[in-house]
């Protein structure tokens, strides 16, 4: 994979905010909007337990989730389409670098509620009633519509980040 390509891709994993997590229950399809941090190639967000798009990821195999960089031009679309699977990470340690790492990318999260974040392991859970969870791609396809040909290409985010 060419330099510019991946150094792109790292620019949507580390700057971009928003990830999209598309779901369905009973052909009713639902997408939400979630804060992430990357780590290890896979995306943590916290959310409520009781939030319809945990409510439907529950219990299924795939659900899809997507990144894009936001742009007023057609041919600088640049993102993620990915299918994989959700969990509910609940291991300390694991828990405390995703914590760590999402503080320092929403650091409006320390400024609103000071450093006990990061020292309080049930802080989300109090004050938001959210859980952490995580997506775990196994397909991720990279669309880049500055490309002429070969716009969507298969790729393994191992080797990007």
């Known amino acids: 994979m060419k330099k510019t390509i991946k150094d792109k891709a790292r620019c949507i994993i580390n700057d971009t905010r928003v990830m999209t997590l598309a779901v369905s229950n009973k ?6 909007p979630v ?3 990357f780590h290890d190639n896979r995306f943590y967000f916290f959310s409520n337990e009781n939030s319809r798009h ?3 990821a529950e219990n299924r195999k795939i659900i899809s989730a997507s990144i894009f960089k936001d742009s007023g031009q057609m041919d600088l679309i640049f993102g993620f389409q990915m299918s ?4 509910k990470i609940s291991k300390k340690a694991l828990y405390l670098t995703i914590v760590k790492k999402y503080v320092t990318k929403f650091s409006f999260l320390e400024q609103i509620f000071g450093p006990g974040i990061i020292e309080n392991k049930d802080f989300f859970l109090e ?7 995580c997506f775990h791609p196994d397909i991720v396809f990279l669309s880049d519509n500055s490309k ?3 716009k969507r290409l298969k790729i393994d985010l191992s080797k990007i980040a």
């Open 27 to 32: 052909d009713v399809p639902w997408s939400s």
């Open 35 to 37: 804060y992430f941090v």
């Open 54 to 56: 945990i409510q439907y």
């Open 84 to 87: 994989g699977k959700l969990e």
């Open 127 to 133: 004050k938001f009633k959210s859980h952490l969870y």
């Open 148 to 150: 002429t040909t070969d």
